[in-house]
């Protein structure tokens, strides 16, 4: 059964620094992982989504890498803004089962303060 | 663009009355999906539908049943609601090319 691990579970960072979240996940045989955003009582924002084939995907100010041979992703974030505070999701699709079924990490909290 | 809409955003419910949440897309994607979210346990699969007319149980289908008459409507339907239902619900959708998701705003249902 997949599983995964989002590490850590909760990150302050003072504006302006870099920072790297953790992803990983037990069985490598995935279809793609896609990374999200949720803020306090929102809904899921999707900030960029990787194919098995890919290593990584950019967007603005976010980098994702997939290893999917060792099972981690990282979400990267340069020049962190206050803008940037909220629960950061990472989520696979694996092959087989529920079809096309997501499963989560319980996400990283993250705090940028001014 | 719409994308994922989801109505309502708040309901309040008395335990064993029924309620159906409502969630449409514009995406003409066939894949469509209801999780819910639990405080400090992520996010977790009721029920899925690969195309109008199918669908099919996820994790956690118990209490709750759902139709697909059509590619852009996926209701969920919750009968004799508890307090274990008690949560937040959110419908997605995914392209059969990529399986990127979309997801809507969520339904915060409170069972009292």
């Known amino acids: 059964k997949q599983e995964v691990t989002q590490i850590p579970a909760a990150l302050s960072v003072p504006e302006g620094e870099n920072l790297v979240l953790n992803c990983s996940f037990t069985d490598s045989a995935i279809y793609n992982l896609q990374w999200f955003r949720q803020d306090p009582g929102k809904g899921l924002t999707s900030l960029l989504l990787i194919q098995s084939s890919q290593r990584e995907q950019t967007s603005g100010r976010l980098n994702a890498s997939l290893d999917k041979s060792s099972g981690r992703s990282t979400l990267y974030i340069a020049a962190s803004q206050p803008g940037d505070s909220a629960t950061y999701l990472c989520a696979v699709i694996g092959y087989g089962g529920s079809q096309g079924n997501l499963i989560f990490g319980k996400g990283t909290k993250l705090s940028v303060k001014p | 663009n719409a994308g994922v809409t989801q109505t309502p955003k708040f309901r309040i419910l008395k335990i064993g009355q029924s309620m159906t949440l409502q969630c449409t897309q514009d995406m003409n994607h066939n894949y469509m999906y209801w999780y819910r979210q639990d405080p400090g346990m992520g996010l977790k699969l009721i029920y899925y539908?690969?195309?109008?007319?199918?669908?099919d149980k996820g994790e956690v289908p118990n209490g709750y049943n759902v139709s697909r008459s059509t590619t852009e409507d996926f209701p969920l339907r919750l009968e004799l609601a508890a307090p274990s239902q008690t949560s937040v619900y959110f419908c997605a959708s995914s392209s059969d090319s990529d399986y990127g998701y979309t997801f809507g705003s969520g339904t915060r249902l409170t069972v009292v």
């Open positions: 539908s690969v195309g109008a007319g199918i669908t």
